[in-house]
Structure formats: C-alpha cells, structure tokens
T-cell receptor
Framework: AQSVTQPDIHITVSEGASLELRCNYSYGATPYLFWYVQSPGQGLQLLLKYFSGDTLVQGIKGFEAEFKRSQSSFNLRKPSVHWSDAAEYFCAVGAGTGRRALTFGSGTRLQVQP | DAGVIQSPRHEVTEMGQEVTLRCKPISGHNSLFWYRQTMMRGLELLIYFNNNVPIDDSGMPEDRFSAKMPNASFSTLKIQPSEPRDSAVYFC?????????????FGSGTQLSVL
C-alpha cells in the first residue's frame, strides 16, 4: 500500500527566507504526486502536481517541487516566503486505478515570522 | 463556477442521532470523494465514486457510515447512529480525470461535533 511521510510537523521561517518542505513517499509503481495547501477553516487547494516528464514542476503562488525517484522524495520549495503563505501543507500520492485515490501525508504547518 | 458545495458548514448533534452531510460537486466532474480530517489521523479517504458508482469504500470506518450518489450533481454521507469519535471535519472533493491523474477540488468541509 502507498504511504506518504512528512517528517516536519511544524516549521517557522522568517518572511523573505527560503522554504523547503519535505515529503517522502512509498509506492510500488510510478507515483502521481501532489502538494496541497490548506488555510484555516478552508478546504485544500492544489499547489502543483507531478505525473511524468520534467522532474521539476512549477505550481501556483511561486512554489515548485522536485521529484527524486532515487530518494522517493517530492520536496516543496519557495525561494522567498510571504506572510500569506502561512498555512498547512499536505503532500499526497495518487495510487490505484487512474491514480484516483489520494493518500495524504500528515501535513506540515508553516508559520511565517515578520 | 461555484466550486464544490458542502452543507451544512457546521453540525452539532447528540450521540445516537442520524447525521447527513451533503455535497454538490463541480458540474462536469465525474469523480467524487469523501475525506475525513482529524488531528489524530489526518486526512483519510472514506469513499470515492466514479460516474456515480462507488469504486472504493474500504476507508469507510464501519457500517454506521454510508454514502450515496444518486446523480452526478449530488452525494450524501450518512452516519447512523453517530458517536462522539465521529467528530471531525468531513470534506467532499470532485475531479475530472486529467490525463489519467486527478486534480481534486475540495469543498470547505463540514465540521461535525457529536456530543
């Protein structure tokens, strides 16, 4: 069965600093990988996704992620964090027929200091 | 587009009562998912439908939970009888297959409190 590990429960960065959120997955075949963001009291919004091809994918709000098969990782990065980026971030892997069933990691809560 | 619409936004009920959560997916989407979010267990997939047919309900915790999708524009998740441990945020999401993968659009969730 597939699984996703986000080792950092909570991260605090200063506004303007760079950010990297870690994600490791376990899946027997080529995974479909996603990053979602959740603001307080809201549903999840897709930041970016990887299906195939270029291993560096660009998303919304200036985020990018790099798929590294050898490390089973799909880390999320942003060169300069804004205060509005404070939220919870979820990594997910799509598995099963058509990769429809997403398994989510436990999430990383990002706090941004002024 | 109005997005995925869930109702009610909040539900407070007493143990033993029946609870029905409702979801209207985005028009044109052919897959619908119910997720549950708790602090302890994170986001769990309960069930998903494709073209109104349940595909995988292995995440449904027990027989007290049931889900239906009578047509492409409406789904319900029912808990009968409800228990305090069912307290969670329940999200509905919909998608349209995108080159074999899925881009999910989530509703704002229903915050369920069972007293």
């Amino acid at each position: 069965a597939q699984s996703v590990t986000q080792p950092d429960i909570h991260i605090t960065v200063s506004e303007g600093a760079s950010l990297e959120l870690r994600c490791n997955y376990s899946y027997g075949a080529t995974p479909y990988l996603f990053w979602y963001v959740q603001s307080p009291g809201q549903g999840l919004q897709l930041l970016l996704k990887y299906f195939s091809g270029d291993t560096l994918v660009q998303g919304i709000k200036g985020f990018e992620a790099e798929f590294k098969r050898s490390q089973s990782s799909f880390n999320l990065r942003k060169p300069s964090v804004h205060w509005s980026d404070a939220a919870e971030y979820f990594c997910a892997v799509g598995a099963g027929t058509g990769r429809r069933a997403l398994t989510f990691g436990s999430g990383t809560r990002l706090q941004v200091q002024p | 587009d109005a997005g995925v619409i869930q109702s009610p936004r909040h539900e407070v009920t007493e143990m033993g009562q029946e609870v029905t959560l409702r979801c209207k997916p985005i028009s044109g989407h052919n897959s619908l998912f119910w997720y549950r979010q708790t602090m302890m267990r994170g986001l769990e997939l309960l069930i998903y439908f494709n073209n109104n047919v349940p595909i995988d309900d292995s995440g449904m915790p027990e027989d007290r939970f049931s889900a239906k999708m009578p047509n492409a524009s409406f789904s319900t998740l029912k808990i009968q009888p409800s228990e305090p441990r069912d307290s969670a945020v329940y999200f509905c999401a919909s998608s349209r297959a995108d080159r074999g993968g899925e881009k999910l659009f989530f509703g704002s969730g229903t915050q369920l409190s069972v007293l």
